[in-house]
């Protein structure tokens, strides 16, 4: 089993007491808690975070990770038999050693089952102990296509599972998913009765399944509205004209008026990502002027004669004394 | 082992108390004053109150916050209420961003 420091981890001494490592604990939560900070790195922290803070604030599983004695974190280690011994096996247990051999059991997983055997233990003369099994939460990503479209994800989970003997395990299985169509970038999807299956006559956890939608070459995505840019010539944005534009449905044709502005927006009603139930979104086309990068002789020409020939001032209002007489509308 | 396919559950489903409550880890009493506050906004009388669903993933939120940060109920209001408000934002900045031309 590799050893984990756990006060590093919070940044307190070993004699620190309860309240300081709350505090620790509080001020790197303000920090990584996943309500607050949204990178994966964070996420990742905050996880190794509240490992500690769930073993070093319950003095049982902190007297016993001190006597587990000092080790460098990462170094393979096995807990001493007196170990074993008086925080394992004493009470009502079974007599089985704590899985510590067991090289998919970590350090996180034998504090928990602990706690776990500590509240068995202690309601052993009630009928029975009952907890619920814990929820299971995963992330997955899918492309936009797929997301409009409906579609199956495979999630090969490894988590923990508790018997009813208060043996664990670490289990992998993979499950597959049905994500209905019209889901949204950072959605969470609910699975009753998914999660981990429950003590005694407690009832499953929960799956809940994150989704995150994959960048889009072309389209981006909010909430079930699709953004395109569209470049336009100078003609096309004067002249007007009709204009091909991609969809999630094929392409379609756009229909640009004459003296179209750049950052102006045409909405294609219905063509972005279809709801659950019924309906779309939108998909807005940003109209954007380019320019060509360069020119032959006889456009430079062309336009030079255009400009010669050109009355438009469109910075007419920017000149000294005529602030508002015209708009730049 | 037999390949099953999990389905999602129904959105449209509303959820009762006591589901609610076994699901987020929030106690009876938080629920009644987050639903007095406002946060959360069940239907029909209090003997009979069911909720959205979405209010599932509010309530997992809350119990996260109080238990992470000790937050009381008002706590959990306010949080909820600013990061709801958040998020908001970061979609309308989303928006406005779709908007510009790319770099």
Redesign the interface.
């Known amino acids: 089993m590799k050893f984990k420091d756990y006060y590093s981890t919070l940044g307190v001494e070993r004699e620190a007491s309860n309240d300081e490592i709350k505090k620790a ?2 001020k790197l ?2 920090q990584y ?3 607050v900070a949204k990178d994966q790195e964070s996420d990742h922290k905050f996880k190794e975070i ?1 490992e500690a803070y769930q073993t070093l604030s319950d003095q049982e599983k902190r007297e016993a990770y001190d006597q587990l004695g000092r080790h460098s974190p990462g170094e393979d280690f096995r807990p001493s038999p007196e170990w074993d011994s008086r925080f394992w096996q004493d009470g009502a247990s079974q007599g089985a050693s704590a899985p510590t051999g067991d090289p998919t059991i970590d350090l996180a997983d034998l504090f928990e089952q602990m706690g776990f055997r500590s509240a068995h233990q202690g309601r052993s003369g009630e009928a029975a102990f009952s907890r ?1 099994g814990q ?1 299971y939460e995963v992330a997955t990503t899918i492309s936009l296509e797929d997301a409009a479209r409906g579609s ?1 994800v495979a999630l090969d989970l490894d988590v923990p599972e508790i018997g009813l003997d208060g043996t664990m395990h670490r289990v992998s299985k993979t ?6 169509k019209g889901v949204i970038d950072g959605e ?5 009765g ?1 999660g981990a299956a429950g003590i005694g006559k407690g ?1 499953a956890g ?2 809940y ?1 994150a989704i995150r939608l994959q960048p889009h070459r072309l389209f ?1 995505a ?2 079930h ?1 699709l ?1 395109l ?1 569209v470049p336009i010539t100078p003609s096309e944005a004067v002249l007007g004209g009709d204009i091909e534009v991609p969809s999630l449905d094929g392409r379609l044709t756009l229909n640009v008026k004459p003296g179209t502005r ?2 102006q ?1 045409l909405r294609l009603a219905g063509k972005g990502l279809p709801k ?2 019924q309906g779309s979104g939108n998909l ?1 086309c ?1 109209l ?1 002027i380019a320019t060509p990068p360069s020119l032959s002789d006889r456009e430079r020409e062309l336009y030079q004669e255009l400009a010669k020939l050109s009355t438009f001032q469109p910075r007419l209002h920017l000149q000294d004394g005529q602030q508002g007489d015209q708009s730049n509308g | 082992m037999a ?7 129904d ?2 489903q509303p959820i009762g108390l006591d ?1 609610l409550l ?2 987020s880890g929030l106690v009876h009493d938080d629920v009644i004053e987050l639903v007095a506050i406002g946060v959360f906004q069940p239907l029909g009388t209090a003997s009979t109150w069911t909720f959205q ?1 979405r209010t ?2 509010q309530a997992r ?1 809350a119990a ?2 109080r238990d ?3 937050l009381n109920a008002p706590g959990m209001a306010l ?1 909820l209420t600013y ?1 709801e408000r958040m998020e908001v934002l970061e ?1 309308r900045l ?2 406005l961003e ?2 510009l ?2 770099p």
């Open positions: 604990f509080r939560a303000r808690h996943p309500d509240n619920r929820d199956e499950v597959r998913l049905r994500v209905p969470r999807l609910r699975v009753a998914r009832p929960d799956l399944l981006k909010v909430g509205d953004y840019e750049g950052g927006t659950r139930k807005y940003v954007q | 390949e099953e396919i999990l389905l999602i559950t959105d449209d589901e076994d699901a669903a599932l993933h939120r996260r916050l992470d940060f000790g949080a990061l979609g989303r928006e779709s908007l031309p790319r």
